[in-house]
């Protein structure tokens, strides 16, 4: 029998008209391009967004068309969210960081009709603009005053609130398949090609729903959220959305990451809740240590994109009393798999076994099925000591990526993340490694991230990264490279000697590289294949 409910789509415009109904009153709080702070409410972002969308129609921009952003998280990038989306076109947010080739194949292989872009990136777009086809417009986020002079571009430049003064805000959200494409995001690519992952509105829908929940990324109406994870990486996590579904204050602070500016902003606009990865919240941390400044106002912050650190939980938690939400996800996953809340259990549990704990990478969002294998696709128990390749199936799990229609990434259903991890009996699922990163010792494997985690712990440890290097009797062995702090004179004993009995004998490194830096990805991810090609033989030619 047919259940006798409305069938009402999962739709990304509902998400800002429940925003503008609800919460038209609430602030979103923009650092831009331009230098200075800007704000409005909700109303004024329902309102632009509507004007764009008459805008986008305009342009002949139909509907699951894709639409190119280049663009710091800001409010002008959050009215595109809900333009583009709304209006049944696709937002493809493209990540500025990425090398200018890969930038033009991914507009190229979106066919981007039209590309939005910040006024920092036009550099950029005159570099990419000549290498693609598809884009006829470009569009400069900016007003009519700070409109760049460019020569020698062939394609129409046109000015973003032009755009908006010409059009009305009458514009009446389509009713939409709720599985119809909203949008469109590339895997970063730490690993191979670039690929689309194309999200629907029913999968952003559900995702949002998923992610706000109190033991996800914990969101409500009493928040001042500052997403400092990129709106061009994953939908800034989703947050945006779940800012408008749950009625936060938004805080977005444009191109400014480094450590004093998000410090002062998250002080001056009583920030309760942020998100990002690791190497960013290094930089708040070290400006917050070096002025003595402290949180008056944030309450948790969401890290994940790669493994968080136990040192940087206990700085969070201890120094400044802000509570640390590890989370695992990936573009894939539109991005939020797990989320690592305790469990009534772990409350009691001391201080350093609820720091074990926090270590992994959380407990699967309702929405989110988790499994691993063995090299035969045989699942394997979740008893925290096994490792396996980690699968998973969900509601906003991708099953195909964008233009590859004739090959299935899926494994008998499952989506294959590529990354190896443990669950343990309660939930808890902890990444191991990256199949590609893992270091196979003697035929056993050694986890990285324990390593780097211990690392860590040490005071003069600015940043830690394990790789496998090739070894002539065990065939790879751990070696760790160091950044240190300016003034440290710590040597590569004193750091294996620490690190001599907080794991097992096999698995302490053989040597310690110190490094001036190491190299990030687009998303702020260390990009280690490149560190194994650098010193992937140190243990050959030592
Ligand atoms: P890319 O795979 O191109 O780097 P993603 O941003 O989608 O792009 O990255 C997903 C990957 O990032 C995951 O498969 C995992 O390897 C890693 N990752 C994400 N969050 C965490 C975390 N909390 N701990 C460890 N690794 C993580």
Request: charged share 20%.
């Amino acid at each position: 029998m047919e259940g006798l409910m409305m069938q009402q789509p999962l739709l990304v415009a509902s998400l800002l008209m429940h925003a503008e109904r609800h919460h038209g009153t609430q602030e979103i709080v923009s650092r831009r391009v331009e230098g200075d702070i800007h704000r409005y409410r909700y109303r004024d972002l329902a309102q632009r967004a509507r004007r764009m969308a008459n805008a986008l129609a305009g342009l002949g921009i139909g509907k699951g068309e894709r639409v190119g952003t280049l663009a710091w998280n800001g409010y002008r990038h959050m009215e595109l969210y809900f333009a583009v989306s709304g209006s049944g076109s696709v937002l493809h947010t493209l990540n500025p960081r990425l090398h200018v080739d890969q930038l033009a194949y991914i507009i190229e292989h979106a066919q981007d009709r039209v590309v939005f872009f910040d006024l920092t990136f036009l550099p950029l777009i005159e570099s990419v603009a000549p290498r693609v086809k598809s884009p006829k417009v470009f569009v400069a986020m900016t007003d009519r005053a700070h409109m760049p002079q460019v020569h020698g571009l062939s394609v129409e430049l046109m000015c973003y609130e032009d755009l908006i003064d010409l059009h009305d805000d009458v514009f009446d959200w389509p009713l939409l398949d709720e599985n119809s494409a909203s949008s469109l995001c590339y895997t970063s690519g730490t690993t191979g090609n670039p690929k689309g992952v194309l999200y629907s509105h029913r999968s952003t829908v559900l995702h949002t729903y998923g992610a706000a929940l109190p033991d996800s990324l914990n969101c409500s109406a009493r928040d001042v959220i500052l997403p400092v994870v990129p709106m061009f990486h994953v939908n800034a996590w989703g947050l945006p959305y779940i800012a408008c579904m749950v009625g936060a204050k938004l805080v977005f602070p444009g191109p400014a990451l480094d450590g004093r500016s998000l410090y002062e902003l998250i002080e001056a606009e009583q920030v309760t809740l942020s998100a990002g990865v690791p190497t960013v919240w290094q930089g708040l941390l070290t400006h917050a240590d070096a002025t003595g400044g402290t949180f008056s106002s944030m309450r948790h912050t969401v890290i994940g994109g790669a493994p968080c650190p136990t040192a940087m939980t206990a700085a969070f938690q201890q120094r400044h009393r802000v509570d640390v939400l590890h989370a695992w996800g990936m573009t894939e996953l539109s991005p939020v798999g797990t989320v690592c809340s305790f469990k009534t259990a772990q409350l009691s549990l001391p201080m350093t076994d609820q720091y074990a704990v926090q270590a992994k990478q959380g407990r699967a969002l309702f929405g989110v099925d988790m499994k691993i294998v063995d090299a035969n696709g045989a699942e394997l128990p979740w008893d925290g000591n096994v490792a396996g390749d980690l699968l998973v199936r969900g509601h906003w799990v991708t099953r195909q990526y964008f233009g590859n229609d004739d090959t299935s990434p899926l494994r008998d259903g499952w989506f294959p993340t590529g990354d190896v991890a443990k669950i343990d009996p309660d939930g808890f699922m902890q990444i191991t490694d990256r199949s590609k990163d893992v270091i196979k010792s003697g035929g056993e494997w050694i986890s990285s991230t324990d390593i780097e985690n211990i690392a860590y712990l040490h005071p003069d440890v600015t940043a830690a990264v394990c790789i496998a290097a090739r070894h002539p009797k065990w065939d790879e062995r751990p070696l760790l490279l160091i950044v240190k702090k300016p003034d440290s004179e710590l040597t590569g004993v004193e750091l294996l000697d620490f690190i001599d009995g907080r794991i097992a004998k096999w698995w302490k490194p053989d040597a310690v590289i110190f490094v001036e830096s190491v190299p990030l990805g687009a998303t702020g991810k260390v990009l280690k294949h490149q560190l194994r090609e650098q010193f992937g033989n140190h243990y050959l030619s030592a």
